[in-house]
């Protein structure tokens, strides 16, 4: 029923040529509802209805997209209304979309053989690696490289679940730090002009401090639980066969992940200034190739890999399935949002806005970091990021210079801080969806925050007196 009413949407398409955005100084922050909703609904419905919930989200997301369409269409007209889905899916839902489903078949089609036994060395040295591919690969792919033989070689422990979340505090998030390449608010300041080694020369000892801290904790954690019960790793009940030769299956699919990476940096780097007005919504030509191309990357990695490697990573569909399915529902109802912000201290959410400038006209870093970060939590980290830049200045120049204190501050919250919920970045939902697949009981919603206050809020506190200050 929800694909029938998305492709009813579609056809209408016509009409939204000329359609104007949202104005967000207009919206009371009622237009917040759907998405907040959906955010209640995600957190809420595996926890109370699971069985429902599995079987129905699609059909509860559409329902809540629904929620701020219909009523736009009544107030602003079909035009604007159809001309938001446009907007949303055109210029964030399918390329967002696109990069993923590339990284996932792609990073699923590589299988590493041979049987790894998770100490708590090994687990923090494969966290490590993780967490440093993560910015030259971007936290999805490296994510999706890593996670299968991570769970794997910890496949016959019982304290498993600390593994995945720091797994995802770490490769998901805070590794993608250092470039542009590695979480993508850092790569859409990256179009907006900031150099590509600006993060890497700025923010380098922030992202140190999360990293080793992340990586000490985890080590401690994780040998508490391996010496607590000494029985849980025995290797004559590894369900995982020994074998002394480690070895890579799906090899071609490293060519392949290279050029995903290339096809990024290709749409960053060339700007032949050819645009495409599609029903009101501007799309370049160096983002349409590079999305184009990505789907040729998916069909010859589907084609080229040999069954045997898939079948050995468990590889499915319903992980990417299930991240399609709610964040093409996010980015529909969090376009109100976003606006409402964007109209800065006209909008609903004025206060949100002024509280990142001082008395004295300059920006507070401190306020700029946690809001930032706490948006990020929750709302996409990209368009958060995009709002809090041009709210500093919107002059990358500038922002390299004499604002560099505040553009860093804000870089870290949006990398950082997406890490405090399962929707603060898109991998964080990918590795739980695989997780459970293999049989770990994950975190509630709630219980992942849980996780996050815990860990990450002490070190956010800490970072702030060390570096924002």
């Known amino acids: 029923m929800h694909k029938k009413i998305l492709a009813i949407l579609i056809a209408c398409l016509p009409v939204a040529a000329q359609a104007a955005e949202l104005d ?3 919206l009371s922050a009622w237009w917040g509802v759907p998405f907040m909703g959906l955010l209640l609904s995600i957190a809420l419905g595996p926890l109370l209805a699971p069985a429902f919930w599995h079987h129905h989200f699609g059909k509860i997301t559409v329902g809540w ?27 964030e839902y399918f390329p967002f979309i696109i990069l993923l489903t590339a990284l996932f078949v792609v990073a699923g089609g590589i299988c590493l053989r041979g049987n790894l036994h998770g100490t708590p060395a090994l687990n923090t040295g494969l966290l490590a690696i993780g967490t440093l591919l993560a910015s030259l690969m971007g936290t999805t792919g490296a994510s999706m490289l890593l996670i299968r033989p991570l769970i794997r070689a910890n496949d016959n422990r019982k304290h498993v679940v600390h593994i995945v979340v ?3 505090f770490l490769v998901a998030n805070a590794g993608g730090a250092l470039t542009p390449l590695g979480d993508p608010p850092l790569f859409l300041g990256f179009l907006k002009g900031v150099d590509f080694s600006w993060t890497l020369k700025n923010i380098f000892g922030e992202t140190l401090f999360m990293w080793v801290s992340l990586l000490v904790i985890f080590y401690c954690l994780d040998r508490f639980y391996f010496h607590k019960r000494e029985e849980e790793f025995a290797p004559s009940l590894d369900p995982t066969p020994d074998d002394a030769r480690l070895r890579f299956e799906g090899k071609f699919n490293f060519i392949l992940l290279a050029l995903v990476v290339l096809l990024v940096l290709m749409s960053g780097f060339w700007k032949p200034g050819i645009n495409y007005n599609i029903y009101g919504t501007t799309v370049e030509l160096q983002n349409l190739l590079r999305d184009g191309l990505l789907v040729v990357v998916i069909l010859v990695s589907l084609w080229l890999t040999p069954k045997i490697a898939r079948e050995g990573n468990d ?6 399935l299930e991240v399609a399915k709610l964040f093409a529902g996010i980015f529909v109802t969090i376009a109100p949002v976003i606006a409402m912000l964007r109209a800065g201290e006209q909008g609903a959410f004025g206060m949100v806005v002024s509280a990142v400038t001082g008395a004295d006209g300059q920006p507070n870093n401190i306020m700029y970091f946690w809001a930032t970060g706490i948006l990020s939590s929750f709302l996409d980290n990209a368009p958060t990021y995009l709002v809090f830049f041009n709210t500093a200045s919107g002059d990358a120049g500038e922002l390299m210079t004499r604002l560099a204190a505040t553009l860093a501050a804000i870089s870290c919250g949006a990398v950082f801080m997406g890490a405090n919920s399962y929707i603060g970045n898109a991998p964080n939902l990918m590795v739980k969806a695989i997780a459970e697949e293999r049989g770990i009981r994950m975190p509630s919603f709630f219980g992942y925050m849980g996780w996050a206050c815990v860990v ?3 070190l956010f506190v800490i970072m702030t007196f060390i570096f924002f200050r």
């Open 166 to 168: 720091f797994f995802i």
């Open 24 to 26: 967000g100084a207009q």
């Open 315 to 320: 590889f499915t569909w319903g992980p990417i």
């Open 456 to 458: 990450l809020l002490p």
């Open 65 to 91: 997209s629904l929620a701020f369409l219909i009523p736009c269409a009544l107030g602003f007209g079909v035009p604007m209304a159809i001309a938001g889905v446009v907007h949303a899916f055109l210029a």
